[in-house]
């Protein structure tokens, strides 16, 4: 991930703030401001409070309590200031209790909840967090394991929208030595596993790609058409080619397939029902 020092970042979410402590430490951009889920308290009680300390040491604005998705809890940060906006492997904080769950999950899937909050977090950055006249990114980490590669990242949360996916790189743990990957809620370190960072941006990628010519990821990869045609590929897994039109027919014949059939189902009816309400 190339940071320029000359970008004013958010980091959205960072679980206890030791992403956002190392990206300060190690890449030093203009200015940095970190955000939280939790409250103070949560913090200090689940993970303590070592990378808060030294973010206020550097005088680095800390907010906590904030949700992306619920401009009341953002103070003064609507208003478009940020170059670059970070969120690092995304989940909807665990379920309080089963009752939780069944009221959340009554009309949706969990799948879909969790593209639901990546897709108004992609729509608050470009609303309102990005400046205009800076960088314009938007920045998602995420696993490459399942549920996350099933949330159709790339594709699904800016449809009908402005914003353009411009690409994906290797996420580089070994550019953020203090960071730990947390699991949600719980003070635990996730298992270590391969993420990917997706770029976004208002700008199309002809206007981007100068921004990451000169970083050092060696595995950039920019949103290219594919060369496969769409006949020998399923859209809906993005899976292909097929060898032969029986491989294709025993694909979609499977549970994954039908499993992912039902997932977009689901996400064309929420994205009927935001054009509904907005």
């Known amino acids: ?18 992403f956002s402590a190392s990206l300060l430490k190690y890449h030093r951009p203009r200015q940095l401001t970190a955000t939280i889920y939790d409250s103070k308290d949560c913090l200090d009680e689940k993970y303590g409070d070592e990378y808060y300390r030294q973010l206020q040491q550097e005088n680095c604005q800390v907010i906590t309590e904030f949700n992306v998705t619920d401009k009341s809890t953002w ?12 969120f690092q492997f995304p989940l909807l904080p665990a379920f309080s209790s089963q009752q939780a769950f069944q009221a959340q999950c009554e009309n949706f899937s969990v799948n879909t909840l969790n593209r639901v909050l990546l897709r108004k977090y992609l729509l608050n950055c470009f609303e309102y967090f990005l400046d205009d006249n800076g960088a314009k990114l938007a920045l998602i980490t995420s696993k490459n394991v399942k549920p996350y590669r099933e949330w159709d990242i790339e594709r699904s949360l800016i449809r009908h929208s ?28 996730v298992k270590s596993t391969q993420g990917t960072t997706y770029i976004y941006s208002s700008d199309p990628l002809e206007s981007c790609k100068i921004i990451f010519d000169h970083a050092s990821d060696d595995y950039i990869t920019y949103n290219r058409p594919s060369r496969v045609p769409a006949h020998k590929t399923c859209q809906v897994c993005r899976t292909g080619a097929f060898t032969n039109e029986r491989d294709k027919q025993m694909h979609l014949a499977s549970k994954k397939h039908h499993q992912m059939f039902e997932y977009e189902a689901q996400w064309s009816l929420f994205l009927q029902q935001e054009d509904v309400n907005n």
């Not at 190339?2 to 206890?16: A, F, N, S």
């Not at 996420?171 to 699991?183: A, E, G, I, S, W």
């Open 162 to 189: 402005a914003i353009n996916f411009i690409g994906r790189f290797y996420f580089d743990m070994t550019k953020f030595p203090d960071y730990k990957v947390r699991n949600v809620n719980r003070d635990k370190h």
């Open 1 to 18: 991930m190339y940071i320029d020092p000359k970008w004013r970042v958010l980091t959205v979410g960072d679980g206890d703030l030791s």
């Open 75 to 86: 103070g003064e940060l609507n208003n478009k200031s940020f170059d670059v906006v970070i």
